[in-house]
């Protein structure tokens, strides 16, 4: 099973910040936290990701709170081509055998002229 | 780039029959992964893989099986089709490092 818990669904209005909850409270040492999001049925898409500092790149910002149990996407400017499912999973950095990627039901974000 | 290629990108098959689904990367990546979408749903593993000849189970295997005899290719092979492997499978490729994961475009299987 996934190891993240992610409301199932949001609204936003356009323009406006979409701010997107992830819930990793058994997440380990050496677990990054990985967001992805899917547009209608093409593949999954990388957003960004992160171990514990806070990140942020061209398409969002990335919050991990100290504990590192739960973390928060932000789309600052919301359009209506960021409507998809997000999704939220931790992942092992670096080589290991067991290092399978597993994601949950994610949430569905539906922004709103 | 073609990154992760994934043929064919639809198919029908009759129950009982077998088929693989191809699944190809040109990025030089070790971990290789194979997911199926059912409607409405996110995605379950199927199986991954670290590296060529090392492949192991996810959530669900039952009905599939696979191989990686090469860095590039990780063939999904179904058995003996079922209507219940009616679904969107897709295949991503990463680096071990904590990077991130490329994906294909998905074949679209219909068992009927």
């Known amino acids: 099973d996934a190891k993240t818990t992610q409301p199932t669904s949001m609204d936003c209005a356009e323009g406006r910040a979409a701010n997107l909850p992830c819930n990793h409270s058994?997440?380990?040492?050496?677990?990054?936290v990985y967001w992805y999001r899917q547009i209608h049925s093409q593949g999954p898409q990388y957003i960004i990701h992160?171990?514990?500092n806070n990140e942020t790149n061209e398409m969002a910002s990335l919050i991990i709170t100290e504990d590192r149990k739960s973390s928060t996407l932000i789309l600052p400017h919301a359009t209506l081509r960021d409507t998809a499912v997000y999704y939220c999973?931790?992942?092992?950095?670096?080589?290991?055998?067991?290092?399978?990627?597993?994601f949950g039901a994610g949430t569905r974000l539906t922004v709103k002229p | 780039n073609a990154g992760v290629t994934q043929t064919p990108k639809f198919r029908i098959l009759k129950i009982g029959q077998s088929m693989t689904l191809q699944c190809t990367q040109d990025?030089?990546?070790?971990?290789m992964y194979w997911y199926r979408q059912d409607p409405g749903m996110g995605l379950k593993l199927i199986y991954y893989?670290?590296?060529?000849?090392?492949?192991d189970k996810g959530e669900v295997p039952n009905g599939y099986n696979v191989s990686r005899s090469t860095t590039e290719d990780f063939p999904l092979r179904l058995e003996l089709a079922a209507p219940s492997q009616t679904s969107v499978y897709f295949c991503?490729?990463?680096?071990?490092?904590?990077?991130?994961?490329?994906f294909g475009q998905g074949t679209r299987l219909t068992v009927v």
């Open positions: 991503a490729s990463s680096y071990p490092t904590d990077t991130e994961a490329f």
């Open positions: 058994t997440i380990s040492g050496n677990e990054y």
């Open positions: 992160g171990l514990k």
């Open positions: 999973i931790v992942r092992v950095g670096g080589s290991y055998n067991n290092n399978d990627m597993r």
């Open positions: 990025m030089n990546h070790n971990y």
């Open positions: 893989s670290v590296g060529a000849g090392i492949t």
